[in-house]
């Protein structure tokens, strides 16, 4: 069974930077595709990021310049978030796809203050 652990976010005044990170576990395969969710306050999850495993990215235009996704070591991703802003509190999931299935993080809190 994977499981996907995240860390980091918090809280941080706009215009700040956070960065989150996911390692996934109880897999001996390379996770195809991992990315990052959200869930803003009282909105619908969306995808802010997704990097699969060749390296190509796609990211929610909302974030773009913004935010950089990348997978430092196996079945782990990272996001690095800079000039955030208060539209970008949210809860953030970590996602990862393996043989069709998809796998969830927890989620982790980012709460920017205006």
């Known amino acids: 069974q994977v499981r996907l652990v995240e860390s980091g976010g918090g809280l941080v005044q706009a215009g700040g930077s956070l960065s989150l990170s996911c390692a996934g576990s109880?897999?001996?395969?390379?996770?195809?595709?991992m990315g990052w969710y959200r869930r803003p306050p009282g909105k619908e999850s969306e995808l802010v990021a997704e990097i699969i495993a060749g390296g190509s990215t796609r990211y929610a235009d909302s974030v773009k310049g913004r935010f950089t996704i990348s997978r430092p070591k196996k079945n782990t991703v990272s996001l690095q978030m800079n000039s955030l802003t208060p539209e970008d509190t949210a809860v953030y999931y970590c996602?990862?796809?393996?043989?069709?299935?998809?796998?969830w993080g927890r989620g982790s809190q980012v709460t920017v203050s205006s």
């Open positions: 996602n990862g796809k393996l043989l069709g299935t998809n796998y």
């Open positions: 109880g897999t001996r395969y390379l996770i195809d595709s």
